[in-house]
């Protein structure tokens, strides 16, 4: 059975830090891209980040840019999201979804993904 499964999210104070893990079963993730999109609360979801496979080649929306790392570790079938300097924008579940090939071409359009996880919540409050 295919699976994508996040965690590490939680509650944190502005400017704090978090890093989220992906990790995945029943296939090898370092087959096909990989992505982080996230969702709030009466917004759409978005796309966050994304890692190529072989080189890691990475790819950032403006809004995380020089804040947030995507890394990928092939040992553990698990891509991360280390997230620094969270400000309260960042609020929102945040999901990882496997790219139908190995390049992050399209990686901003949710339908380019096949497998997605259940989310985890980021909450950045005072």
């Known amino acids: 059975q295919l699976q994508l499964v996040e965690s590490g999210g939680g509650l944190v104070q502005p400017g704090g830090s978090l890093k989220l893990s992906c990790a995945a079963s029943g296939f090898t993730l370092d087959y096909y891209a990989t992505g982080w999109f996230r969702q709030a609360p009466g917004k759409e979801r978005e796309g966050v980040s994304c890692?190529?496979?072989?080189?890691?080649?990475?790819y950032y929306a403006d809004s995380v840019k020089g804040r947030f790392t995507i890394s990928r570790d092939n040992a553990k079938n698990t891509v991360y999201l280390q997230m620094n300097s969270l400000k309260p924008e960042d609020t929102a579940v945040y999901y990882c979804?496997?790219?139908?090939?190995?390049?992050?071409?399209?990686?901003?359009?949710?339908?380019?993904?096949?497998?997605w996880g259940q989310g985890t919540q980021v909450t950045v409050s005072s």
């Open positions: 890692i190529t496979t072989g080189d890691g080649s990475t």
């Open positions: 979804g496997k790219m139908r090939g190995r390049y992050c071409s399209g990686w901003l359009l949710s339908y380019e993904y096949d497998q």
